[in-house]
Nanobody, 116 residues
Framework: EVQLVESGGGMVQPGGSLRLSCAAS????????MSWVRQAPGKERDWVAA????????YYADSVKGRFTISRDNAKNTVYLQMNALKPEDTAVYYC?????????WGQGTQVTVSS
């Protein structure tokens, strides 16, 4: 069974930083691209970032380019999202995401709140 467990969310002031973690299990982690997706209250889910199997390629939504960094540690089956220069509009529940056998899997999410 695929399991994704996000952690590291919290409340931070604008301009602050947080690092999110996603612990994965139930599949061969190193064989899959991993993604982060976020959802603000009452809004649609938005893709944030993705990272290739080995970690050598990364992709970002325009809204977070230059501020967020996705990374992974295949030995730990963990993907990270370093978030810097946070803005109020980054407030959302952040989800780890993977597609295996044509099915997309989600974690439980971790809340990020950016407010003064």
């Amino acid at each position: 069974e695929v399991q994704l467990v996000e952690s590291g969310g919290g409340m931070v002031q604008p301009g602050g930083s947080l690092r999110l973690s996603c612990a994965a299990s139930g599949f061969t982690f190193s064989n899959y691209e991993m993604s982060w997706v976020r959802q603000a209250p009452g809004k649609e889910r938005d893709w944030v970032a993705a990272i290739s199997r080995s970690g050598d390629r990364t992709y970002y939504a325009d809204s977070v380019k230059g501020r967020f960094t996705i990374s992974r540690d295949n030995a730990k089956n963990t993907v990270y999202l370093q978030m810097n220069a946070l803005k109020p509009e980054d407030t959302a529940v952040y989800y780890c995401n993977v597609r295996t056998s044509g099915i997309r899997h989600w974690g439980q999410g971790t809340q990020v709140t950016v407010s003064s």
